[in-house]
């Protein structure tokens, strides 16, 4: 047996111990390749899109939402979780539209990300989103934001110093910053 295959996790029976709006928490029941037992805990979530949506100013489109998670008012880039296993590019452009009013012509993939792939099944889609078009923002019952822009040269110098928290906001930043805007 190869080191791999002993470090291969079967589960061998779930337990489902929450069942949730948006997440649900199992208790598993697993084996190694090499036989021996173990437990995890799961927690199911349908994923998102976030976008990164430029305007023709170079400005960067940002929601200032307060998480009651952490007790305060965080800056992210536009984003949202998938209903009812939607293709997650058309989770962006509703997200985009639901969010900051606006809908995009141009659209680039920036890839996935695991948020946390230790206990966490979220998958979070980036999108890249440019020649923009107001269209009226439609926020989701108990959802409340504020929209604003931020020049694109200091939303990546907030990312750097630490201003903008979310990962999800820093990677997609980052990743745009390195991948795109170099080819521009």
Known sequence: MTKDEEMIEKRVRSEMLYEGRIVNLY????????????????????????????NDQNEVYFVRQYRYVFEKFLLELP?????????????????????????????????SS???PGIFTERIFLYAAKDLTPVGQHLDD???LDVLTIPYDKAIEMVRNGELEDAKTQLALLKYDAFIKSQI
């Not at 009812?84 to 920036?110: I, V």
Request: aromatic share 6%; net charge negative.
């Open 27 to 54: 208790s598993d029941d697993i084996v190694y390749g090499n036989g021996k037992p173990a437990k995890r805990e799961v927690v199911t979530h349908p994923g998102g899109s976030c976008i990164v949506a430029i």
């Open 79 to 111: 984003a949202g979780k998938r209903d009812n296993h939607e293709d997650p590019f058309l989770t962006a452009k509703r997200e985009l539209a639901e969010e900051t009013g606006m809908e995009a012509k141009t659209w680039t993939d920036l890839g």
């Open 114 to 116: 695991l948020s946390s």
């Open 142 to 144: 108990g959802e409340y």
